[in-house]
């Protein structure tokens, strides 16, 4: 292991970049921080690296950073610290070598890896799904995968690891997750906003709770029916702010995004699909909405559409966030509630009628209430969760009487675990 990780240290001053099977250019460092990338010669006009950079002869430079589209999948958080303290003593571990370690195995069709180091050298870890999630120690075997690899290019402050599925048609890839001790229940926290969000209409991947609470798994939905990997870009990437500025975005910059890259009712239905997931999240107390959360999926520059919702969380039922404001905002303002501003942007910008808001409004409401019943059943089958599944019933509760705004109340009560 030490000769490899040297091997990658000496080799991470330039990197290969794929495109699926296709080499299609390299990336180096540049100067002090800095850093190109630049096509080979004869690259498909398709193979393009990222939809910021299409295929061109001159090169894309950015003189004191890795260049966005590279910064995507670099670990945060929770994995850029183990990645450290584990490789720390044989690794330097700035962004250009972290990006050598974990990029043959990100989210998104683009593959970073050393100068001449096979595309596939850092192979997923197999993993048998189903049998994980009904595992009574769930907890402890996720711990265990985390700490056997971690080289895996995928974001997030908290712990993840991409896997696998083990005997699956088309061997379906899965990110596993887990919270920690100032997160109680994130797990089921996550798998339930998830819920309220996908009986609301809202688009969301394949996701599964283990039995025990302690793990979500979320299916990737950056590969398609035949398992060929789809490109993913997060408005992150999109607006070329680097990953510490994830909470510095508007609205109305994504909506430029969605205008530069999609087309027709894709670009209508992203735009659409976005304000629901605004009022969404202002209903279910998600204030960590960030850039990275939301994204564009394609499979050539001619189908770009929005990426389905995912790391939705109810934030405000943790006391550390209960006074948190929402990450995103709409015309200057970080709104806690829908109101003119918001309605006005969604009609000016999206093309939304006050019927049609109001109808969006009615959806949310009737999601959060077919989850929140769930939640209930859940809470009472497992008591541990109980204090925070009624925390969050509370939250969604009070956010359903803020989208009667458009005149929509709930039709019943939420079930209180």
Same mark, same amino acid.
């Given at each position: 292991?030490?000769?490899?990780?040297?091997?990658?240290?000496?080799?991470?001053?330039?990197?290969?970049?794929?495109?699926?099977?296709?080499?299609?250019?390299?990336?180096?460092?540049?100067?002090?921080?800095?850093?190109?990338?630049?096509?080979?010669?004869?690259?498909?006009?398709?193979?393009?690296?990222?939809?910021?950079?299409?295929?061109?002869?001159?090169?894309?430079?950015?003189?004191?950073?890795?260049?966005?589209?590279?910064?995507?999948?670099?670990?945060?958080?929770?994995?850029?610290?183990?990645?450290?303290?584990?490789?720390?003593?044989?690794?330097?571990?700035?962004?250009?070598?972290?990006?050598?370690?974990?990029?043959?195995?990100?989210?998104?069709?683009?593959?970073?890896?050393?100068?001449?180091?096979?595309?596939?050298?850092?192979?997923?870890?197999?993993?048998?799904?189903?049998?994980?999630?009904?595992?009574?120690?769930?907890?402890?075997?996720?711990?265990?995968?985390?700490?056997?690899?971690?080289?895996?290019?995928?974001?997030?402050?908290?712990?993840?690891?991409?896997?696998?599925?083990?005997?699956?048609?088309?061997?379906?890839?899965?990110?596993?997750?887990?919270?920690?001790?100032?997160?109680?229940?994130?797990?089921?926290?996550?798998?339930?906003?998830?819920?309220?969000?996908?009986?609301?209409?809202?688009?969301?991947?394949?996701?599964?709770?283990?039995?025990?609470?302690?793990?979500?798994?979320?299916?990737?939905?950056?590969?398609?029916?035949?398992?060929?990997?789809?490109?993913?870009?997060?408005?992150?990437?999109?607006?070329?702010?680097?990953?510490?500025?994830?909470?510095?975005?508007?609205?109305?910059?994504?909506?430029?995004?969605?205008?530069?890259?999609?087309?027709?009712?894709?670009?209508?239905?992203?735009?659409?699909?976005?304000?629901?997931?605004?009022?969404?999240?202002?209903?279910?107390?998600?204030?960590?909405?960030?850039?990275?959360?939301?994204?564009?999926?394609?499979?050539?520059?001619?189908?770009?559409?929005?990426?389905?919702?995912?790391?939705?969380?109810?934030?405000?039922?943790?006391?550390?966030?209960?006074?948190?404001?929402?990450?995103?905002?709409?015309?200057?303002?970080?709104?806690?509630?829908?109101?003119?501003?918001?309605?006005?942007?969604?009609?000016?910008?999206?093309?939304?009628?006050?019927?049609?808001?109001?109808? +969006? /409004?009615?959806?949310? !409401? *009737? &999601?959060?209430?077919?989850? =929140?019943?769930?939640? @209930?059943?859940?809470? #009472? %089958?497992?008591?541990?969760?109980?204090?925070?599944?009624?925390? +969050? /019933?509370?939250?969604? !509760? *009070? &956010?359903?009487?803020?989208? =009667?705004?458009?005149? @929509?109340?709930?039709? #019943? %009560?939420?079930?209180?675990?």
């Amino acid at each position: 292991m030490t000769d490899l990780l040297a091997k990658v240290q000496a080799n991470a001053h330039r990197l290969d970049v794929y495109v699926g099977d296709h080499r299609v250019g390299t990336l180096e460092r540049q100067g002090a921080a800095g850093s190109v990338f630049a096509y080979l010669p004869d690259v498909g006009r398709n193979d393009f690296a990222s939809l910021l950079m299409p295929v061109r002869l001159e090169s894309y430079a950015v003189p004191s950073a890795l260049i966005p589209t590279f910064q995507q999948n670099l670990p945060e958080g929770f994995l850029r610290r183990k990645i450290t303290e584990r490789f720390g003593k044989v690794l330097a571990t700035d962004d250009f070598v972290l990006l050598a370690l974990t990029g043959a195995n990100p989210i998104g069709r683009q593959r970073v890896v050393p100068s001449g180091f096979a595309r596939n050298w850092a192979g997923p870890l197999q993993v048998d799904i189903d049998a994980l999630m009904g595992d009574s120690k769930a907890g402890s075997l996720f711990a265990e995968l985390l700490d056997r690899y971690i080289g895996f290019g995928v974001s997030g402050a908290l712990p993840k690891v991409l896997v696998q599925g083990r005997a699956t048609i088309h061997d379906e890839h899965w990110i596993l997750k887990a919270g920690d001790d100032k997160l109680p229940g994130l797990a089921v926290n996550e798998f339930f906003t998830m819920r309220a969000a996908q009986c609301a209409g809202l688009p969301v991947p394949q996701f599964k709770l283990a039995e025990n609470g302690t793990l979500l798994a979320v299916k990737r939905f950056d590969h398609d029916a035949l398992g060929n990997a789809l490109g993913f870009e997060d408005f992150c990437a999109l607006l070329a702010m680097p990953p510490e500025r994830k909470y510095g975005g508007t609205m109305e910059r994504i909506f430029k995004a969605i205008d530069a890259y999609a087309d027709g009712p894709r670009r209508l239905e992203a735009k659409e699909t976005l304000v629901a997931a605004h009022l969404f999240c202002m209903a279910a107390g998600n204030t960590d909405a960030h850039l990275k959360n939301f994204g564009l999926v394609y499979a050539d520059a001619s189908d770009v559409r929005l990426a389905p919702m995912f790391d939705m969380v109810t934030t405000k039922v943790y006391p550390q966030y209960k006074n948190d404001i929402p990450a995103i905002s709409v015309a200057g303002k970080k709104l806690q509630a829908p109101d003119k501003t918001f309605v006005r942007f969604a009609q000016e910008r999206a093309g939304l009628t006050q019927a049609r808001l109001r109808e +969006m /409004a009615q959806r949310v !409401a *009737a &999601g959060l209430e077919e989850a =929140s019943a769930e939640m @209930a059943v859940h809470s #009472r %089958a497992h008591p541990a969760f109980k204090p925070i599944g009624a925390g +969050m /019933a509370r939250e969604w !509760a *009070a &956010g359903i009487k803020l989208l =009667s705004y458009f005149d @929509a109340p709930p039709k #019943r %009560a939420l079930s209180a675990p």
